[in-house]
């Protein structure tokens, strides 16, 4: 039976997808800096984000339906995902799959960047009010809000709604705040710039993955090295510094392309990686650099939350885990 005729007989759904690409994102090595099946961090474990997957399935199976909110079916994830895991393993991840899956199973829309570009335009106040309560359930690392907004701060979670309120703020009005920062200095959000700009960097990770060989996790690992190449990782960027973070990517970006001489810092745009240099990138060298972002507490969790969201593409596109 192929992968359409199970679509067609309703044994493989939107949600499943989802599932399998959190885990699948979690399965690739090496990721460097990022927990993988070879590597856990001091503070984070490879089944506490296999944990994390499973308990966010009702919130997914929320994001497939009609009746509840992207926030609510969003909050919902980040609830389970901390019940079962015990910690903070998806959050950025569930950010970019709610949508996702809300377009999918919409039959008015699809999983394209249209698609999930009128899910975000369509997101609410309530739906920004959601979002905030998350924060209330794990710890998320986060900048300072830009100037003016420290009403609007996140880490203030449910306390920040009469401000939403006043304000009108939808959940895309405050991710947009974050997607491009007034401070040229500091690295935006890249999750957030999904949100505002259709998902470009997931979509674009998606070809590169599709149009690869290989086992699913392996090409998960090349289109991770690809994105951290690309663009400064938030998560690094919040963590350890903007400068940090340019460097993290240069050093991507150096086992990417290792006989470019004037390869120094991020590539500058997702679209500018040449989709030929993901697939030849040399895992067993990203190997050494996996190890020394682990001991340098190098996290570009940011870059796995987008590898993430382009493996349920992958896999809403055809992409088998089956050889």
Known sequence: MTRRERRDTGATGPVDDATLALLLEVSGTPKPGNVDRRRDLDDLRFESFLGGAVGARPGLELAAGETVAVGNAFERAVEGMAARAGTNTQFGCLLLLTPLVRATADPDRDCSPAGVDAVCRAATVDDAVAFYRAFETVDVAVDDPPAGADDLDVRRGSDAEPALRERGATLRDVLALSADPDDPER???????????????????????????????????????????????????????????????????AVLEPDEEDATGAVGSVDAVDRDTVHGADLDAAESLAE????????????A??????????????AEVAP
């Open 187 to 253: 690295v935006p959000d890249r999750n957030a710039a999904e949100w505002v700009e259709g998902f470009p960097r997931t979509f674009r990770a998606t070809e590169w993955i599709l149009a690869d060989e290989g086992p699913l996790a392996d090409r998960a690992a090349r289109a991770f090295l690809g994105l951290l190449a690309a663009e400064p990782d938030t998560l690094v960027a919040s963590t350890r510094g903007a400068e940090t973070a340019r460097e993290a990517s240069a050093r991507a970006r």
């Open 292 to 303: 020394a972002f682990v001991a340098e507490g190098i996290n570009p969790g940011t870059t």
């Open 305 to 318: 939350d987008l590898t993430c969201a382009a493996l349920f593409v992958a896999l809403r596109r055809g």
